[in-house]
Structure formats: structure tokens, C-alpha cells
């Protein structure tokens, strides 16, 4: 019987416990299309899956990845075909269904987008879900009818995966993009992405007050909590904050005030059930205007026996930019 090379979680007695085994194919659950994985990367939730820290993965045992780009192998779906690359991120893989930290996967077809012209297998793991993320959040702010000229744009959590994806796209979008992280020692990198202004991260990760003195029109936030809840007080009248994740925390510690008195909207962005059509305007922008030199200076790529130490760096806050895992 045919194995391959994946990274596993089973439920230990204390909690769970991720290890590099080789997969049984027979063991592969349901799916109308095989994939051979060439790429994964290591996103949050990847990080909170393998070290067991939240309750992400509901099947056990799980292979872990939450996004992985390869060729299929074989195909009952008629939208692809043997020989097909693709890319495939969110949709519950790596935390119901098994998942991308493996040479092979099984999926159903409608989970899969073809691979973005224009982009390697490569950069569209380097792009992952952290990338999709932040076109999402971006595309949210446009059609909120946001430009450029309404004033900044800012992005917390600036220097992890959402954020420097966000930084670089806002910036070549026009945007003059104020940078938050808890890394000062990034300053360079974050303006090497296009970042205008950098600021520190405690600035707004304090108690908020209600209402402070407007600073940006449009808003990514990563991070959630106080700081969700300082970047929206500090909206211009009519602004936006696209609101896609919980690195300081879930809850969300704000007033009424600027949403009643400013006009300020709270965009919710959601990457991972989010609908095939949207999932591919983003792709295309990002295939579009992701320039190439920025993708690479947040990349870095680690064989696939780093990934547990890598996912467990992301959660310390240790990973700068994207991670690249080589599967294949
Ligand atoms: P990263 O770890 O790469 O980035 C998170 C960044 O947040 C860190 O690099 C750091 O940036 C900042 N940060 C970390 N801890 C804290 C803290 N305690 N207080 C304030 N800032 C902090 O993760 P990703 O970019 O992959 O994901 C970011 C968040 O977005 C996660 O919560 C993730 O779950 C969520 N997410 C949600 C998605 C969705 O569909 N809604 C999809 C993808 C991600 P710096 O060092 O610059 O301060």
C-alpha cells in the first residue's frame, strides 16, 4: 500500500501531540480530486493547530495545513484535470478535513481555485491565507468606497503574515500606510514593503478611550482586542476597519462611539468559507499587484521537517512576513 510523508495530529491524553509520520493513501478521507503537494506554508492557525493551543482541529487524526498549492493527479470533477495546478486554502482543511502538510491530498474540486497566472506554486503559498486575507480586507475597504485620497490607511500586526501582505498591497494601491508592529527592529523591512510611517505597537494596545483624534481612514487589523478597539476610535468620519483576526485577543473591549458619532464602519473579513468568486477577484488582484520583489522579501522557505518548529515560533510572534513550507 502506497504512504507518503506528512505531519500528523492524534489526541494524546493530556491534550494532543503533532509528529512527522508516513500517511497510508487508504487512509485519505472522501474527495472528488487527488492532489500531489508541491507547497504549504505556516499561517496563525496552523501554528494553534499543531501545538494544540486552541481548539482548531476537530478530527482526529489530523493532517495539519491549512493551505497547500500542488498539480492534481487525478480528477472526477469536471472543472480539473490530471496535470492541473492549483492552490487550495481555508474551506476546513487542516481542521476537519485532512489537510496540506502532506505529499498528497484529497479534496473536494469545488475547494480548489486554479493557480493564479502569473504566480509560482510557490508565491501563492508565500500569498496563503494570511495574504488572501489582507486582498480580502483591501477589496472590503474599496467597495466600501475608500481611496487613497480619504486620508492613511493602517495595518496592525504589520510585520506577521496578514499584515505585511496588507502593508505591500495598500501601498501599491497609493495608500501612504502607517505600519504598527511590536518590532521597531523591522522598521526597514515594513518600509521596504511601502510602509510610509511606523508606529509602536503599544501606542494601541492600551484601553481605548471612546473617541481619539482621527488618524487614518482605513484600517487592517490583525490583531483584535484593545488595539481593534483604538483603531476605531482613531477613524476619520466615514472610515473604515476591515477586522480579520485576534493576535492580541477575541474580545473586543470598544464603545459605540465612533460607529454613532463618526460614521465609522467595522468590516468583518472571513477567509476561510469565503465564496469561490471573491476568492479569485482577490487572487487576481494580488496576482495583479503583488510585486514581486516585496513577496519575496517577506518569504522565507523551510523544508518540510521545520514546519513544527516553525509553528510554534509563529504563535511566540517570532516569524517575520510569510513562511514557504517545500513539500514536493
Ligand atoms: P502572524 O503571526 O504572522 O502575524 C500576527 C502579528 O500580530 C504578529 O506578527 C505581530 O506583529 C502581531 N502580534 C502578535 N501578538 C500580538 C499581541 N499580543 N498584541 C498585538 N500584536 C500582536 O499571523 P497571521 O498574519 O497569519 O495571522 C494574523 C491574525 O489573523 C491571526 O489572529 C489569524 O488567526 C488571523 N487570520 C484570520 C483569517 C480570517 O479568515 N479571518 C485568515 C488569516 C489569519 P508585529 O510583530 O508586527 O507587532
Redesign the pocket.
Known amino acids: 500500500m502506497a504512504t507518503f510523508k506528512s505531519i500528523r495530529i492524534d489526541k494524546t491524553e493530556t491534550g494532543t501531540a503533532a509528529s512527522y509520520v508516513d500517511f497510508d493513501d487508504a487512509d485519505l478521507m472522501d474527495g472528488d480530486v487527488t492532489v500531489r503537494v508541491t507547497h504549504s506554508t505556516v ?3 496552523d501554528g494553534l493547530a499543531i501545538t494544540g493551543k486552541s481548539p482548531v482541529v476537530r478530527r482526529f487524526p489530523m493532517i495539519p495545513g491549512i493551505d497547500f498549492s500542488g498539480v492534481v493527479e487525478s480528477s472526477a470533477h469536471a472543472g480539473f484535470k490530471p496535470g492541473d495546478a492549483v492552490v487550495l486554502t481555508g474551506w476546513g482543511v487542516g481542521e476537519t478535513h485532512l489537510g496540506g502538510y502532506a505529499q498528497r491530498a484529497r479534496v473536494r474540486g469545488d475547494w480548489l481555485a486554479p493557480l493564479p497566472a502569473g504566480l509560482s506554486a510557490a508565491q501563492a503559498m508565500s500569498i496563503g ?2 495574504g488572501l ?1 489582507a486582498a480580502l480586507c483591501v477589496l472590503a475597504l474599496e467597495r466600501h468606497g475608500l481611496k487613497p485620497a480619504d486620508g492613511p490607511a493602517v495595518v ?8 505585511s501582505v496588507a502593508v505591500a498591497l495598500l501601498a501599491q494601491a497609493g495608500w501612504s500606510v502607517i505600519a504598527s ?3 521597531p527592529e ?1 522598521a526597514d523591512y515594513l518600509r521596504g514593503l511601502g510602509a510610509a510611517e511606523i508606529i509602536e ?1 503599544k501606542e494601541l ?1 492600551e484601553k481605548s478611550r471612546p473617541l481619539g483624534k482621527e488618524r487614518w481612514a482605513a484600517g487592517v487589523d ?2 483584535g482586542s484593545h ?1 481593534l478597539a483604538n483603531l476605531l476610535a482613531q477613524t476619520k468620519y466615514a472610515g473604515a476597519v476591515a477586522a ?5 485577543g477575541m474580545d473586543l473591549p470598544a464603545t459605540v462611539a465612533p460607529f454613532i458619532l463618526r460614521g465609522v464602519s467595522l468590516l468583518g ?4 468559507m469565503c465564496p469561490m468568486a471573491r476568492r479569485i477577484e482577490a487572487w487576481a488582484r494580488l496576482a495583479r499587484d503583488l510585486d514581486g520583489a516585496r513577496l519575496a522579501a517577506m518569504t522565507t522557505t523551510i523544508p518540510f521537517d521545520r514546519v513544527i518548529d516553525t509553528a510554534r515560533d ?1 504563535l511566540d ?1 517570532k ?1 517575520r512576513g510569510r513562511v514557504v513550507v517545500e513539500v514536493g
Open positions: 499561517n496563525y492557525k491565507t494570511a486575507t496592525t500586526g504589520a510585520a506577521g503574515g496578514v499584515g508592529t511590536g518590532r523591522e505597537r494596545s490583525s490583531v488595539t480579520c483576526g485576534l493576535a492580541q473579513v472571513d477567509s476561510v509563529i510572534g516569524v
